[in-house]
């Protein structure tokens, strides 16, 4: 006989990959000390994150950010 977890843990692995990345989110967060500054950088994390989904925000390749902003301080 399969316990709990067991059980659980097959669920959670039949899920589509976007819901068991968002199941991982969760069970990091829930391991994680909650400090006023944390749940801020969060908020703001998924905020952000929605904006890119969304459309409302384009993403940039990290080097390509680098050298712009290596090029408005030079």
């Given at each position: 006989?399969?316990?709990?977890?067991?059980?659980?843990?097959a669920q959670v692995l039949g899920l589509p990959a976007e819901d068991r990345a968002r199941m991982l989110e969760l069970l990091i967060a829930s391991l994680e000390p909650k400090t006023a500054a944390q749940q801020?950088?969060?908020?703001?994390?998924?905020?952000?994150?929605?904006?890119?989904?969304?459309?409302?925000?384009?993403?940039?390749?990290?080097?390509?950010?680098?050298a712009r902003v290596r090029a408005s301080l030079g």
């Open positions: 006989m399969q316990s709990m977890t067991e059980d659980l843990q801020a950088w969060t908020e703001l994390a998924l905020k952000r994150r929605e904006d890119v989904r969304a459309g409302r925000t384009q993403v940039v390749p990290g080097d390509e950010a680098l």
